[in-house]
Structure formats: structure tokens, C-alpha cells
């Protein structure tokens, strides 16, 4: 049985899990942030190019 808690003693995954799960909620957080800021520029410029695109008469 002391043996079994000095092994669990010096055991380190749970805390590299605990790190990448930190990480990974990190990167998600840093996509959505750059998502929501982008997002509004990219939905005007795809109604500018839809404009432009209805105006435009093609010549034979």
C-alpha cells in the first residue's frame, strides 16, 4: 500500500492533461475571439462583391 502512494505521489499525467486541456481551451477561446472580430469585415465585403456582381452587365 506505500507503495502504491508514492507511486500516485510522483504520478504527473493528470497535470500534463490538465495543461493541454488549457491549453486546447486557449486556442479555441483565441479562434472565436479572432472569428467574431472578423466576421463583421467579411460580411460587408461579401455584400460589396455581391453589389459589384449585380451591377455588372457582360458584354457579347
Known amino acids: 500500500m506505500l507503495n502504491f502512494i508514492k507511486n500516485f ?3 504527473e499525467d493528470g497535470a500534463v492533461t490538465v495543461d493541454w486541456v488549457v491549453l486546447t481551451a486557449a ?3 483565441l479562434g472565436l ?3 467574431l472580430s472578423v466576421r463583421t469585415g467579411a460580411t460587408d465585403l461579401a ?4 453589389t459589384n ?5 457582360v458584354g457579347s
Do not use: Q, S, Y
Open 9 to 11: 505521489r510522483n504520478d
Open 53 to 57: 456582381l449585380t451591377n455588372t452587365t
Open 47 to 50: 455584400a460589396d462583391i455581391g
Open 33 to 35: 475571439a479572432v472569428m
Open 27 to 29: 486556442i479555441v477561446g
